[in-house]
T-cell receptor, first 110, second 111 residues
Framework: NAGVTQTPKFRILKIGQSMTLQCTQD?????MYWYRQDPGMGLKLIYY???????DKGEVPNGYNVSRSTTEDFPLRLELAAPSQTSVYFC?????????FGSGTRLTVV | EDQVTQSPEALRLQEGESSSLNCSYT??????LFWYRQDPGKGPEFLFT???AGEEKEKERLKATLTKKESFLHITAPKPEDSATYLC????????????FGTGTRLTIIP
C-alpha cells in the first residue's frame, strides 16, 4: 500500500514550457485534490475531483488543467509555465475525512 | 471568505515543556477543522478532525480541542521527534471541497 505517489519530486522548467505532474493513489479513494504551497502562505486548492470523469476548479485554477480518467490517477497539466507557478505541488486523496497527501513536487520556473 | 490564523509562527520548547498552539478561524458554517503535521520536504500528515465546539481528540502527546472561534493543539511533555510544522485547516459546510489552511506553527523541541 503505497498511498499517494507523486512524480517527479523536482523539476526545473523554462518559461513557456509545459509539463504534467503525475499523481497516483492505490487506496481506491474517490476524492482527489491538487494543492500548491508557497512560502509563508497556506496551501491553496487548484483543482479537485470527486470521482473518475468528474473534475472541478478550486481556488487558484488559472494556468492549470486536470483530467481523471481512472480512480487511481489525477494528473495536473501546466501549459505555458510562468514564474508565478514556482511552488511545491501536493496531490491528496480521501475516502471520508482525513486527507492523505503525497510527498510533493517542487517546481521551479526560470 | 474563510480565514485561518495560526499562532505563534514559531515556537521553541525544551524537551518535556508542555505548551499549546492556537488556530483561530472564521468560516461560513463549519463542516470540519483539521490538524496536520508537516515535516521538512514532505506532505502534510493527518492528525485530527474536529466537527463541533466542545469536541476533543487525543493521540499520544497531542490533544486537539475546538470552540466556536478557535482550536488548540496541546502538546504534553514533547520529545524532539515532535518537531515539525503543524497546520490547521477548515472546511466550510455546503458541499465545499476546499480546505482553507493556515500558514502553520513551526515547532522545535530542544533536547
Amino acid at each position: 500500500n503505497a498511498g499517494v505517489t507523486q512524480t517527479p519530486k523536482f523539476r526545473i522548467l523554462k518559461i513557456g514550457q509545459s509539463m504534467t505532474l503525475q499523481c497516483t493513489q492505490d487506496m481506491n479513494h474517490n476524492y482527489m485534490y491538487w494543492y500548491r504551497q508557497d512560502p509563508g502562505m497556506g496551501l491553496k486548492l487548484i483543482y479537485y475531483s470527486v470521482g473518475a470523469g468528474i473534475t472541478d476548479k478550486g481556488e487558484v485554477p488559472n494556468g492549470y488543467n486536470v483530467s481523471r480518467s481512472t480512480t487511481e490517477d489525477f494528473p495536473l497539466r501546466l501549459e505555458l509555465a510562468a514564474p508565478s507557478q514556482t511552488s511545491v505541488y501536493f496531490c491528496a486523496s480521501r475516502l471520508y475525512y482525513g486527507y492523505t497527501f503525497g510527498s510533493g513536487t517542487r517546481l521551479t520556473v526560470v | 471568505e474563510d480565514q485561518v490564523t495560526q499562532s505563534p509562527e514559531a515556537l521553541r520548547l525544551q524537551e518535556g515543556e508542555s505548551s499549546s498552539l492556537n488556530c483561530s478561524y472564521t468560516v461560513s458554517g463549519l463542516r470540519g477543522l483539521f490538524w496536520y503535521r508537516q515535516d521538512p520536504g514532505k506532505g502534510p500528515e493527518f492528525l485530527f478532525t474536529l466537527y463541533s465546539a466542545g469536541e476533543e481528540k487525543e493521540k499520544e502527546r497531542l490533544k486537539a480541542t475546538l470552540t466556536k472561534k478557535e482550536s488548540f493543539l496541546h502538546i504534553t511533555a514533547p520529545k524532539p521527534e515532535d518537531s515539525a510544522t503543524y497546520l490547521c485547516a477548515v472546511q466550510a459546510s455546503g458541499g465545499n471541497e476546499k480546505l482553507t489552511f493556515g500558514t502553520g506553527t513551526r515547532l522545535t523541541i530542544i533536547p
